[in-house]
């Protein structure tokens, strides 16, 4: 796990409030993998990016969620008017082809 | 991806060999046996993966059966840190290339003792 850092690492919300995730990935990396995982469940992928450029989406819930990766600094998950089905930690992974080198992940709770 | 099944928990005894079972009939020709774990609150470890040859690092080893319908991952002197979630995988190998990883429900270790 180590290189790939996220913040913050706990973050609480109230619902309808928005909840913004950030991840750095491992130094020279240039790809950066976004996962969820629920309470009592297993992960499940949401999006992938590169610099600027979203590749795979195809996890992402079609409403409130959005992610970007810019040419400078970190990647971004953004949940807008947040829910209590929110809550979940949600793991950043950087790497390319077999690598994955997963983030401590952020734990999002929302009252 | 194809489609593994693992035993939902198991436990081994700390100092011995912790065999994690795998099954994966529907693998195709091209897809690798990948295992990751997942120690509780952390990120996800990738830990080893092979085709058909049986595979060993500093963590654990690979044995994948001759028709590679199954695996079992090995750690051979199991200790408390190794408590975590165990994920099988399969999927094509991604050397030269990217592509997200599917992770089925796993099997949760537990090293007593």
């Known amino acids: 796990n180590a290189g790939v850092m996220q913040n913050p690492r706990h973050l609480v919300r109230r619902r309808g409030q928005e909840a913004r995730l950030r991840c750095s990935p491992m130094k020279g990396h240039s790809h950066v993998y976004w996962y969820r995982q629920l309470p009592e469940e297993g992960l499940k992928f949401m999006v992938y990016l590169q610099k600027e450029n979203i590749i795979d989406e195809s996890g992402m819930p079609k409403e409130r969620f959005s992610a970007e990766f810019p040419k400078e600094g970190p990647s971004i998950l953004r949940i807008q008017q947040v829910v209590r089905g929110d809550s979940a930690a949600y793991f950043c992974?950087?790497?390319?082809?077999?690598?994955?080198?997963f983030g401590p992940g952020t734990r999002l709770t929302v009252l | 991806d194809a489609k593994t099944t693992q035993p939902t928990s198991m436990d081994c005894a700390e100092g011995r060999a912790a065999n994690l079972p795998c099954n994966h009939s529907t693998i195709s020709g091209n897809e690798y046996v990948y295992w990751y774990r997942q120690i509780h609150s952390q990120g996800p470890q990738y830990i080893i993966h092979g085709l058909k040859n049986n595979e060993t690092n500093e963590m654990a080893s690979l044995i994948i059966t001759e028709d590679r319908k199954s695996s079992t991952l090995i750690l051979p002197h199991a200790t408390l840190r190794d408590t975590a979630v165990y994920y099988c995988i399969v999927r094509v190998d991604v050397k030269t290339s990217y592509d997200k990883v599917i992770f089925g429900p796993g099997t949760s270790l537990s090293v007593i003792p």
């Open positions: 992974a950087s790497g390319w082809g077999n690598e994955q080198f």
